[in-house]
């Protein structure tokens, strides 16, 4: 059965371009124009992802994304930013979104990334431990059966790809891996892309399990070999 996506995107240049190339690419694709019709799809049929532009007229991408997630549905969402800021690209994670890409863009990497997420989301299993559903790393206890995440005893809310990535550091103490060996293991990704995405989720994964995300203790970086996460004492 071929995948399903929806695409919620105002410019209808770029629309077309995705809705044509998802074709080629054996998807099925739905369009919408706005973001009231975007959202009204997205909770009414199932998806296999979701790519979402901020920008759109009568609702933006962003309370679309938080709505999507309220509801407890969980397909995979990518967004479509023309903007560069930082605090967008953040605030786009906060609010459940699985990855970003910044316009212009390549249509092989944007369907790189499509694929990519759409693998990740039917092996979700493969970050079960398999010597036990408790991993414990320094302050933080994860519980791998319930998919739930504790520390000092308080629950952390992680979105999905930042507690696919905790896991995997978990897995692999004081092993240090490329962004580009994250990016292949943990995002899916066959090619390299995408790797600003690697330190935009580590930085927001420090802010909610480190003492002091400025002068990190859990998860650190070898400067020119990469990110690792630091054995207990």
């Known amino acids: 059965m071929a995948r399903r996506l929806l695409v919620v995107e105002d410019e209808k240049n770029i629309s077309s371009i995705i809705f044509e190339n998802a074709k080629i690419e054996n998807y099925e694709c739905d369009v919408s124009y706005d973001g009231e019709d975007g959202l009204k799809k997205a909770l009414t049929n199932e998806y296999d992802l979701i790519i979402l532009d901020l920008m759109l007229p009568k609702m933006n991408g962003f309370d679309i994304c938080k709505k999507i997630r309220n509801e407890k549905i969980s397909t995979p969402v990518i967004i479509l930013t023309a903007r560069e800021e930082e605090d967008d690209k953040i605030l786009g994670f906060e609010l459940g979104a699985d990855d970003y890409i910044t316009k212009p863009f390549s249509v092989k990497e944007l369907f790189a990334r499509v694929k990519a997420n759409i693998r ?15 991993i414990k790393i320094h302050s933080v206890l994860i519980d791998t059966e319930k998919y739930k995440v504790e520390k000092n005893n308080i629950p952390i809310e992680l979105s999905k790809l930042e507690y696919e990535l905790l896991v995997f550091f ?42 002091d995300s400025s002068n990190p203790k859990i998860i650190q970086n070898k400067r020119g070999m990469g990110y690792y996460l630091t054995k207990n004492e």
């Open 120 to 134: 990740r989301s039917f092996t979700e299993a493969d970050f079960a431990d398999s010597e036990g559903k408790i």
């Open 170 to 211: 978990a897995k692999h103490p004081g092993k240090i891996f490329p962004r580009e060996e994250l990016l292949k293991h943990v995002w899916k990704y066959e090619d390299i892309y995408g790797e600003r995405t690697v330190d935009t989720t580590v930085s927001r994964l420090r802010n909610k399990i480190e003492d």
